[in-house]
């Protein structure tokens, strides 16, 4: 089993950055995908990045161009580096892992997701 800790979230003006830290523990060495997704009320989650066991990293996302998912192996944490925020980025943003990979991180299917952290921008 793995846990997962978002933190970094919080409350910023249009045009301002966050960075956000998903913290893994457990069964680390198992885990294949990992990303961030956000969800606001009433709407599925939507896939924001993704980073498979290779280090390649996919932003098909809304935000592609102003972001940035770098991951700290030693500490087991991946960080979401957000840039230039506009009020349509306020969500609440996930971090999700799971073990299968071979058939690509670009999905929502995950099987660990953190408890989330909220993102306000106005």
């Known amino acids: 089993h793995v846990q997962l800790v978002e933190s970094g979230g919080g409350s910023v003006h249009t045009g301002g950055s966050l960075r956000l830290s998903c913290a893994a523990s457990?069964?680390?060495?198992?885990?294949?995908?990992m990303g961030w997704f956000r969800q606001v009320p009433g709407k599925d989650h939507e896939g924001v990045a993704t980073?498979?066991?290779?280090?390649?990293?996919d932003y098909a996302g809304p935000m592609s161009g102003r972001i940035t998912i770098p991951r700290e192996n030693a500490k087991n944490t991946l960080y979401l580096i957000m840039n230039s925020l506009k009020p349509e980025d306020t969500a609440m943003y996930y971090c999700?892992?799971?073990?299968?990979?071979?058939?690509?991180?670009?999905?929502?299917?995950?099987?660990?997701w953190g408890q989330g952290t909220q993102v306000t921008v106005s």
């Open positions: 999700a892992a799971d073990p299968n990979w071979r058939m690509g991180c670009r999905r929502n299917d995950y099987v660990y």
């Open positions: 457990g069964s680390t060495a198992s885990i294949g995908c």
């Open positions: 980073i498979d066991p290779n280090g390649a990293e």
